[in-house]
């Protein structure tokens, strides 16, 4: 049981550069979320999804698309890279319940440099 | 605006102290608040949850504290350890659009001194 898994771990890109961060969850949950976290900051919601086929925006979505395509994926795209698009990626998981609080799990995170 | 605010960057103690790291809030929509602990190269876990309708969740060496009329949480960890250094967020969570959503703060590096 791997919980949530990313991939890259690291990557580096130049501007205007396009790239697709996959996460993958096994633990059948429902919900799914990408969060970015700059320093100085606390983790910022992009996008999430609250089933397969189903995706939403979060607080800061701009130059960002994402898929979810099955329900065990989340893909994250970045069409153009900016460097404002530097920083640490997280994604998360949880199981579905839209009347209360369900934890959510934390993949590793993906370290993005845009050069 | 930071909806969520942990205003203190960083914060040592000697283990066996008590550590209080404290957060505070902006909107009343908010009704459960959370802590996740994280250490480098890895992803938040969660520690600690509180609704709003309680003002005290215990487990174990954490307790977390809400202050509904002041918009402030506190995490107690009694006796801190040295395994306790690490960043910890406070999160609020509140229903928006189709899921419930967390809104952090900008996290506190705890060091615990042997």
């Known amino acids: 049981n791997a919980g949530v898994t990313q991939t890259p771990k690291f990557r580096v890109l130049k501007t205007g550069q396009s790239m697709t961060l996959l996460c993958a969850q096994d633990m059948n949950h429902e919900y799914m979320y990408w969060y970015r976290q700059d320093p100085g900051m606390g983790l910022r919601l992009i996008h999430y999804?609250?089933?397969?086929?189903?995706?939403a925006k979060g607080e800061v979505p701009d130059g960002y698309n994402v898929s979810r395509l099955k329900k065990q994926n989340f893909l994250l795209g970045l069409e153009s890279a900016a460097p404002s698009q530097t920083s640490v990626y997280f994604c998360?998981?949880?199981?579905?319940?839209?009347?209360?609080?369900?934890?959510?799990?934390f993949g590793p995170g993906t370290r993005l440099t845009v050069l | 605006d930071q909806q969520v605010k942990q205003n203190s960057p960083s914060l040592s103690v000697q283990e066996g102290r008590i550590s209080i790291l404290n957060c505070d809030y902006t909107n009343s929509m908010f009704d459960y608040f959370l802590w996740y602990k994280k250490y480098p190269a890895e992803g938040p876990t969660f520690l600690i949850s509180?609704?709003?309708?309680?003002d005290k969740n215990e487990d174990g060496r954490f307790t977390v504290f809400l202050n509904k009329s002041a918009k402030h949480l506190s995490l107690h960890i009694v006796p801190s350890q040295p395994g306790d250094s690490a960043v910890y967020f406070c999160?609020?969570?509140?229903?928006?659009?189709?899921?419930?959503?967390?809104?952090f703060g900008s996290g506190t590096q705890l060091t615990v001194l042997p």
């Open positions: 998360a998981s949880s199981a579905s319940n839209y009347l209360a609080y369900n934890e959510q799990f």
């Open positions: 999804s609250v089933g397969e086929g189903t995706t």
């Open positions: 509180i609704s709003s309708i309680k």
């Open positions: 999160a609020a969570s509140t229903t928006s659009g189709s899921a419930r959503q967390l809104t």
